[in-house]
């Protein structure tokens, strides 16, 4: 019930912060369309999915707006890239089935046959914000050359959360810091940061507090051994990150940390090194601590319980029994 009454938070929040940056008034938004545009995004997001849900967009909305105020973004972005950076974060994973693209494709499901087999759900996401945006006359009043680039745009942020693809964007992002060359008075570069603000927003709960980063985790684990028991149902190949026969929250956890997690925001704070940032990286650092030791105590109880099944039952070495042939006195 507490979880369910944060489904609304997508359509607040993000009208909240449309207002708060002078959007409406800038680009003169109809606040009915815009309220109605909001409405149709959260009913979008399919409710029953544990992770994947208009919750899940608002925590991402919420934490791109964290971003976007990072002195160096604040200083520099224009109300567009505002405009953008918000409905991005809000409709990243519209109308988001549940399951993963590999499982996508190995049904032969129409959206993998449709986009082919790239960026499937990205694609997805993206083609159905513009939709809505459509559907909704929202951006009607402006230019049509201007709401085209406004939605490839929107689409070019959405498809950089393809984790699929995140090494590409993370050595451009090395590349960048390393060369020291990225210059956000420039709209390419500025994009590209947009970009990967998004990407950090998308995955940054491991950079929560503790009790709040172990709910979603235990949120987004019980949508994948979901798609498991799917794929165990139908005799399809059980996808190993899926599989609650064989992984546990802790596990699966500890390697999106490392392989995943870490490294974004290890770059993310060489071009950001604020205080949001180094709070992040503390977050992270004892949120690993914290998976870790449950992940020790919980194979430590395994071992105990299979030693004691593995060794016979005695008798109590205090009970007196007599030798096999003696006689009681």
């Keep these: 019930m507490l979880w369910m009454a944060f489904w609304n938070s997508l359509v607040n929040l993000t009208f909240h912060l449309f207002n708060t940056y002078g959007l409406i008034e800038l680009f003169q ?37 964290c971003y976007l105020q990072e002195p160096k973004l604040a200083e520099t972005l224009t109300s567009c890239d505002l405009l953008l950076g918000l409905l991005a974060a809000a409709t990243h994973d519209l109308d988001h089935p549940g399951v993963n693209q590999p499982f996508l494709i190995k049904t032969d499901h129409y959206l993998a046959a449709l986009y082919k ?46 984790i699929s693809r995140q090494n590409d964007y993370l050595s451009e992002f090395r590349t ?9 008075t420039n709209g390419g570069h500025r994009h590209f940061i947009l970009q990967m603000a998004l990407k950090c927003a998308d995955i940054c709960n491991p950079c929560r507090p503790w009790k709040l980063s172990k709910q979603w985790s235990e ?36 390697g999106f940390m490392a392989y995943v997690v870490e490294p974004l925001f290890v770059e993310w704070s060489r071009f950001s090194d604020t205080r949001l940032s180094q709070t992040m990286m503390s977050h992270l650092s004892l949120n690993k601590q914290g998976w870790n030791e ?36």
């Excluded at 159905?128 to 559907?135: F, H, I, N, Y």
């Excluded at 319980?305 to 003696?326: F, H, I, M, W, Y």
Aim: aromatic share 4%.
């Design 29 to 65: 938004l109809d606040m009915v369309k815009l309220r109605r545009f909001l409405v149709m995004i959260q009913e979008d997001y399919r409710c029953q999915n544990p992770y994947h849900n208009a919750v899940h967009a608002a925590d991402v909305t919420q934490a791109m707006y």
């Design 117 to 162: 087999n790239s960026s499937v759900l990205e694609n997805h996401h993206w083609k159905s914000a513009v939709g809505l945006l459509r559907e909704s006359d929202l951006l009607s009043h402006l230019p049509t050359e201007d709401r085209l680039n406004m939605e490839e745009r929107l689409g070019s942020l959405i498809l950089a959360t393809d």
């Design 176 to 184: 960048h810091l390393d060369k020291g060359d990225l210059c956000l």
């Design 219 to 254: 949120k987004v684990t019980e949508e994948f051994f979901h798609q498991g028991d799917i794929e165990r149902k139908h005799n399809l190949e059980v996808t190993p990150l899926c599989d609650r026969q064989s992984n546990s929250v802790a596990n699966i956890q500890i």
């Design 294 to 329: 449950g992940r020790d105590k919980q194979e430590a109880s395994s071992s105990r319980a299979s030693e004691e099944q593995r060794t016979p039952a005695t008798k109590d070495s205090n009970s007196k029994v007599l030798p096999q042939g003696s006689k009681g006195s």
